[in-house]
C-alpha cells in the first residue's frame, strides 16, 4: 500500500484560498487514483474529490464544484487540492486517500479507498 502525509492546512478568512497537498511514497503513485475527503466536528467523513490514476477524469462533490480543483503531479508523486472561495462550511480535517491501483470510474465514497493520510485542519472563519 502507498502511505500518504497530507500538508497545507490552516486557518483562512470566508472567501479566501487554500492549498493542500499530498505527498506520497512508493514508485507506483502514477497508478493510484486518488481521493480527497473531508470531516467535520460530529459528522461524517464525506467524499470531497477524486482523480484518475492519469488525471484525465475528474470528479467532485457539488457542495465545491466550481469552487476546488484536485490535480495531480506523478513526477512528484503528489496530488493537491485547490481550494478558493473558502466558506465557514468548508472547516474540517482534509483526508487524502488512495484507491487501488488503475481502478476506473468515479468512486462510490470512502469504502472505495485503501489507504489514507493522518488528515490536515482547514479552519474558514467568517
Known amino acids: 500500500q502507498v502511505q500518504l502525509v497530507e500538508s497545507g492546512g490552516g486557518l483562512v478568512q470566508a472567501g479566501g484560498s487554500l492549498t493542500l497537498s499530498c505527498a506520497a511514497s512508493?514508485?507506483?503513485?502514477?497508478?493510484?487514483?486518488m481521493g480527497w475527503f473531508r470531516q467535520a466536528a460530529g459528522a461524517e467523513r464525506e467524499f470531497v474529490a477524486a482523480i484518475s490514476w492519469s488525471g484525465a477524469n475528474t470528479y467532485y462533490a457539488d457542495s465545491v464544484k466550481g469552487r476546488f480543483t484536485i490535480s495531480r503531479d506523478n513526477a512528484k508523486n503528489t496530488v493537491y487540492l485547490q481550494m478558493n472561495s473558502l466558506k465557514p462550511e468548508d472547516t474540517a480535517v482534509y483526508y487524502c486517500a488512495a484507491r487501488k491501483p488503475y481502478a476506473v470510474g468515479k468512486p462510490m465514497g470512502s469504502r472505495d479507498f485503501g489507504s489514507w493520510g493522518q488528515g490536515t485542519q482547514v479552519t474558514v472563519s467568517s
Open positions: 512508493g514508485r507506483t503513485f502514477s497508478s493510484y487514483p
